[in-house]
T-cell receptor, first 118, second 113 residues
Framework: GAGVSQTPSNKVTEKGKYVELRCDPI?????LYWYRQSLGQGPEFLIY????????DSGLPNDRFFAVRPEGSVSTLKIQRTERGDSAVYLC????????????????FGQGTRLTVV | KQEVTQIPAALSVPEGENLVLNCSFT??????LQWFRQDPGKGLTSLLL?????REQTSGRLNASLDKSSGRSTLYIAASQPGDSATYLC????????????FGKGTKLSVKP
């Protein structure tokens, strides 16, 4: 697609429920990132994929959060046993391959999914 | 640990003014620095990307500079317009990391007609 697409745009769920958030990166982008943004804050890193593998998942807050990218394109962020503190905007971004020799590392973001846990 | 700070947190200017937004980072070992714009309730729009070897980038009325050794970047907006009102975020991509971006908290800009 032309840009990064995230679905749904809004999700309201009850405390304790399971949710899945989807990200469709720009075609051909090997790197995919998930961020979480709370009101008045900058985006906070969650996890980063190069291809199918999670290259860095150090930002995931706890084991209730998990993300997959089985075919190296679409990614799903999964949150189990949601808590009210999980309410935030979840942003996805993609970019070209990131290494020392590659300057084409501009990151492009989707519109985000606003998650509200009630 | 890399930290990114943006000052001021909010800025209000009359239409037509030139203005400067500031970004500082604690570790100069970066691949690049990127400036984004975020409108309320929306995602991030990339404005400018400066590679670590570059000093500045320009796009239209926007000019971003980078002084890596001092850990500073500025975003200059010329002849501001009400449509420029948004939150502006800067982010660095640290060397040695797996490639993720580290963001500041942003500067909320309001341009009054």
């Amino acid at each position: 697609g032309a840009g990064v697409s995230q679905t749904p745009s809004n999700k309201v769920t009850e405390k304790g429920k399971y949710v899945e958030l989807r990200c469709d990166p720009i075609s051909g982008h090997t790197a995919l990132y998930w961020y979480r943004q709370s009101l008045g804050q900058g985006p906070e890193f969650l996890i980063y994929f190069q291809g199918t593998g999670a290259a860095d998942d150090s930002g995931l807050p706890n084991d209730r959060f998990f993300a997959v990218r089985p075919e190296g394109s679409v990614s799903t962020l999964k949150i189990q046993r949601t808590e009210r503190g999980d309410s935030a905007v979840y942003l996805c971004a993609s970019s070209g391959w990131v290494d020392r020799g590659n300057r084409n590392t501009e990151a492009f973001f989707g519109q985000g999914t606003r998650l509200t846990v009630v | 640990k890399q930290e990114v700070t943006q000052i001021p947190a909010a800025l209000s200017v009359p239409e037509g003014e030139n203005l400067v937004l500031n970004c500082s980072f604690t570790d100069s070992a970066i691949y690049n620095l990127q400036w984004f714009r975020q409108d309320p309730g929306k995602g991030l729009t990339s404005l400018l990307l400066i590679q670590s070897s570059q000093r500045e980038q320009t796009s239209g009325r926007l000019n971003a500079s980078l002084d890596k050794s001092s850990g500073r970047s500025t975003l200059y907006i010329a002849a501001s317009q009400p449509g420029d009102s948004a939150t502006y975020l800067c982010a660095v991509r640290p060397r040695g990391s797996q490639g993720n971006l580290i963001f500041g908290k942003g500067t909320k800009l309001s341009v009054k007609p």
